[in-house]
T-cell receptor, first 111, second 116 residues
Framework: KNQVEQSPQSLIILEGKNCTLQ??????????LRWYKQDTGRGPVSLTI?????NTKSNGRYTATLDADTKQSSLHITASQLSDSASYIC??????????FGAGTRLFVKA | KAGVTQTPRYLIKTRGQQVTLSCSPI?????VSWYQQTPGQGLQFLFE???????NKGNFPGRFSGRQFSNSRSEMNVSTLELGDSALYLC???????????????FGPGTRLTVT
């Protein structure tokens, strides 16, 4: 069964600290994996897209990694800011053109 | 370039009524996908349209339907509304959602539907 599991469900960190969010998937065949940031009440905004051959991609303070062998991805946020408080959603697209969403990780950055 | 727009932004309906939501994709984008987002279920895929054809469908009852026009604008309709249909409905567009290239998908702000 195609599934995307994210951990932790929620996370509280202090401003300026780093954090890492996890995404494990069982989607097969794999096409691509995306990380989105969603602020409350708004649509998700893409942070990174990774295909099978890519194992790391950065977007400013966000760095995503992908291990296609173990079917794991992580999103690392460096020097967190208050504006990083949001939900982070991992989305995996299968080769059969199905899109499977993770439940998201709710990140709270405290001053 | 204008982003994805959705109308209306907020809507309150009564159980049993029907509702139509509209989505205008980014100019040049031919793929439009619809999603339902609720606190308990997260984001769930409803359907995807490409060149006026439904190309993919999620696991939602037949009360949920959609269509795409020749200018790529899309509408989704929910008939016989139920309380559980209260959610944020998101539309996303991309150049194309198929093929080896991972085309970027852009989301609109969503329509917040409340069913009372």
């Amino acid at each position: 069964k195609n599934q995307v599991e994210q951990s932790p469900q929620s996370l509280i960190i202090l401003e300026g600290k780093n954090c890492t969010l996890q995404c494990n998937y069982t989607v097969s065949p794999f096409s691509n994996l995306r990380w989105y940031k969603q602020d409350t009440g708004r649509g998700p905004v893409s942070l990174t897209i990774m295909t099978f051959s890519e194992n790391t991609k950065s977007n400013g303070r966000y760095t995503a990694t992908l291990d296609a062998d173990t079917k794991q991805s992580s999103l690392h946020i460096t020097a967190s800011q208050l504006s990083d408080s949001a939900s982070y959603i991992c989305v995996v697209k299968s080769g059969g053109f199905k899109t499977i969403f993770g439940a998201g990780t709710r990140l709270f950055v405290k001053a | 370039k204008a982003g994805v727009t959705q109308t209306p932004r907020y809507l309150i309906k009564t159980r049993g009524q029907q509702v139509t939501l509209s989505c205008s994709p980014i100019s040049g984008h031919r793929s439009v996908s619809w999603y339902q987002q609720t606190p308990g279920q997260g984001l769930q895929f409803l359907f995807e349209y490409f060149s006026e054809t439904q190309r993919n469908k999620g696991n939602f009852p037949g009360r949920f339907s959609g269509r795409q026009f020749s200018n790529s604008r899309s509408e989704m309709n929910v008939s016989t509304l139920e309380l559980g249909d209260s959610a944020l409905y998101l539309c996303a567009s991309s150049l194309d959602n198929l093929g080896p290239a991972a085309y970027e998908q852009y989301f609109g702000p969503g329509t917040r539907l409340t069913v009372t």
